[in-house]
């Protein structure tokens, strides 16, 4: 994405016009757990392996040393995510559409323009406006959108995200290695609901020291 910050303050205007344009070329779009978790739903996978086996997503090295989750792009005929799907729209012009929306999208893909900084130390959020794409088509609409609603709407994903974010700094600390990071926080079964999962990755990561074990 284009990072170009301005924090949000109460509203602001933007509305998408699906041409697509963030969903390809040199985009990156970092998931956490729950994505995985939903990916898995997506796909009827019973645990998060289906995932990487089938090359869907891959771990990528990240900010403060840690390892975190990406989808895989396809390259041909162009660079795009294998979730970009194009229709056409009642004027018969061609939509980017995601298949995964609205159930099973990455937070990310479904908050931008809106992003989140967050300061661990204080708790507190920043909510930006990142442009998604340079040549982004939202961009100057007169449509205008109250953060304070997208926030109540995503409010367990971003909690969820936040308590990700914790643990990456935890294992960040203890210098583990992408296998640790893709043991302790990329790698579990669907048998138990999200809050579990997260709660025993959290317990893992507590009790361990620098050479965590396999958490399935
Ligand atoms: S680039 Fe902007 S207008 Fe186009 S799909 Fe992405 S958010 Fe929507
Ligand atoms: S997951 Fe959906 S919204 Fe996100 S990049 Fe892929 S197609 Fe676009």
């Known amino acids: 994405m284009d990072i170009d910050f301005k924090p949000i303050q109460g509203t602001f205007n933007f509305c998408c016009t699906r041409c697509g344009n963030c969903c390809t070329g040199d985009m990156t779009i970092y998931l956490n757990p729950y994505d995985l978790y939903k990916m898995c739903r997506y796909f009827n996978f019973d645990t998060t392996d289906g995932l990487f086996l089938r090359n869907i997503i891959r771990l990528e090295s990240a900010e403060n040393n840690t390892w975190q ?3 895989n792009f396809r390259k041909k005929p162009f660079v795009f995510c294998p979730f970009l799907i194009n229709e056409q729209d009642e004027q018969g012009k061609l939509k980017g559409l995601c298949k995964l929306h609205p159930d099973y999208k990455p937070l990310i893909c479904s908050l931008a323009p ?3 900084a967050i300061c661990l130390d204080t708790d507190n959020d920043e909510f ?3 442009k998604p794409a340079p040549d982004c088509a939202g961009i100057g609409s007169d449509i205008t959108n109250d953060l ?3 926030v109540k709407q995503k409010y367990k994903e971003l909690s969820f995200q936040k308590r990700f974010f914790k643990l990456l700094e935890k294992c960040s600390e203890k210098s583990y290695k ?3 990071y893709n ?3 990329y790698t579990f079964s669907m048998n138990k ?3 579990d999962i997260l709660t025993d990755m959290e317990k893992m990561i507590k009790n361990r020291g620098n050479s965590p074990e396999k958490y399935l």
């Open 69 to 71: 989750p990406v989808i």
């Open 114 to 116: 809106v992003g989140r």
């Open 128 to 130: 930006i406006f990142v």
């Open 148 to 150: 304070s609603e997208i």
């Open 178 to 180: 992408k296998d640790d």
């Open 183 to 185: 043991r302790l926080l």
């Open 193 to 195: 609901n999200f809050p």
